[in-house]
């Protein structure tokens, strides 16, 4: 598959069965992160290489679970170019704890 965007929908070849699959995003040149079904965990995000994808025409069965799983997982593409995990839990201004307060004896 030469081009691929986000919200494509895939199949992904593994050595399994063939899943359906849509593009959640595209952290670097090789791999891709793919929504796709698992029999026994449901909805579930996967880093696949781009290689195992290939297109799908018509929508699955499961694609409108894979969206709501895609919509409501926070980008890792963008906490990575923010710091990673502590992206979200520092701010610039504050990066000390405040200092101890005397009783004003």
């Given at each position: 598959m030469e081009s691929i965007a986000p919200g494509d929908l895939v199949t992904l070849s593994t050595a399994g069965a063939p899943l359906d699959g849509i593009v959640a995003e595209l952290p670097s040149a090789t791999k891709a992160i793919v929504a796709v079904v698992d029999r026994r965990r449901g909805p579930v995000l996967r880093t696949v290489d781009r290689q195992s994808l290939a297109e799908?025409?018509?929508?699955?069965?499961?694609?409108?679970?894979?969206?709501?799983?895609?919509r409501r997982t926070p980008s890792a593409v963008q906490a990575k170019a923010r710091g990673g995990a502590n992206a979200s839990s520092s701010r610039d201004a504050h990066t000390r704890a405040a200092m101890h307060r005397t009783t004003g004896k």
């Open positions: 799908r025409p018509e929508p699955g069965a499961g694609d409108r679970a894979l969206r709501l799983l895609i």
